[in-house]
């Protein structure tokens, strides 16, 4: 995967989110960030990788978006390690 296929896949993510009325709300009061934000910033990286740590917080929401945006469940992991602050993490 590639830079450009990450942002791609988050922002498929980020619409998929824009579009659940359930879980929409639930990203915004965890964020601070409000409707003119998600228009305002999608096309910036960080915020695109916080849609996608927020979503990872659960496999149940992973499962849902990628059957929506038609990716297989591991596609948003991937994406978000091109992403900034995606590296792993050197215990060493």
């Known amino acids: 995967m590639q830079g450009e296929q990450a942002e791609i896949i988050a922002l498929q ?44 917080m659960d496999d149940q929401w992973v499962l849902e978006c990628t059957s929506t945006i038609a990716e297989p469940p591991e596609s948003l992991m991937r994406a978000r390690m091109y992403l900034p602050g995606g590296d792993a993490v050197n215990w060493t």
């Open 13 to 56: 993510a980020l619409g998929w989110l824009a579009g659940n009325e359930e879980l929409l709300p639930v990203f915004l009061g965890a964020t601070g960030a409000d409707g003119a934000d998600l228009r305002a910033r999608a096309g910036d990286a960080e915020f695109l990788a916080s849609v996608l740590d927020f979503l990872l």
